[in-house]
């Protein structure tokens, strides 16, 4: 749940400029803002082992993003899952990836990777938007205790955003926080 209220009524599309229409209407709109960032042939590779509607989420991002990133990880077996588990990378076996329903991201600065946290957030803004635009529903491993991204259509850094909220719940809760920034999947 996103408990922060949404602009209205007349939010900001923070890449777009122009309304928000809400949640109940989606729309194919016209992309107004392009990026230049593409996805690479490996990436490609990676988002054509999973769903249709996550591929078309993640497509739509990297038109969107303000932060380069590709695909590292797509569809996964039992067995590597199996693995990530043991070497505490994963902390379930029941993993969207072993179904096709989650990618992981990897930001790019220039042709650097890097792993550092406020690159994440940027490309989680651009998945809130696009998925949106799309009309699916995204659940982030940056803010597990949002159910859908798409609540959290806030003006500025709904990445920073969502995130704050999940640790300050998992605080009140007692709860470890585990940030998993680079995982976006459908959610069941
Ligand atoms: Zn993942």
Redesign the pocket.
């Known amino acids: 749940m996103c408990f922060l209220p949404l602009f209205k009524p007349q939010p900001r599309h923070p890449l777009v400029d122009g309304p928000v229409p809400s949640i109940q209407e989606p729309t194919i709109s016209t992309p107004v803002f392009k990026s230049d960032f593409k996805f690479s042939g490996k990436s490609k590779t990676k988002l054509a082992t999973v769903q249709k509607d996550l591929q078309d989420v993640a497509n739509r991002a990297i038109e969107l993003t303000v932060q380069d990133f590709g695909i590292t990880?797509g569809i996964r077996t039992v067995e590597r899952q199996r693995f990530l588990v043991q070497q505490g990378r994963?902390q379930t076996m029941n993993?969207?990836?072993i179904t096709g329903h989650?990618?992981?991201v990897l930001a790019y600065n220039g042709s650097k990777h890097s792993w550092e946290l406020p690159y994440y957030l940027l490309v989680a803004n651009a998945f809130v938007w696009a998925a949106y635009e799309v009309g699916v529903p995204i659940r982030w491993?940056g803010s597990w205790s949002t159910l859908d991204i798409r609540a959290c259509r806030v003006k500025d850094d709904p990445g920073e955003t969502m995130m704050e909220l999940y640790r300050r719940t998992r605080q009140r809760q007692g709860r470890k926080t585990f940030i998993?920034a680079?995982?976006f999947?459908i959610p069941r």
């Open positions: 990880e994963s993993s969207r990836h989650a990618i992981d491993g998993d680079v995982h999947e």
